[in-house]
């Protein structure tokens, strides 16, 4: 089973690159919202 372990790690990785894209992506919309209008 060691071959399942990077592959694992690798995942994790992905899941927390997303969530932090998603919370920039966020901050990013309530910082621009504003002038737009919103």
Avoid: C, D, H, Y
């Avoid at 399942?4 to 919202?33: D, G, N, T, W």
Wanted: proline share 8%; hydrophobic share 40%.
């Amino acid at each position: 089973f060691p071959t399942l372990r990077p592959e694992k790690r690798k995942k994790k990785i992905r899941e927390i690159s997303l969530a932090k894209f998603v919370k920039i992506s966020l901050e990013a919309m309530q910082k621009i919202a504003p002038e737009l209008g919103l």
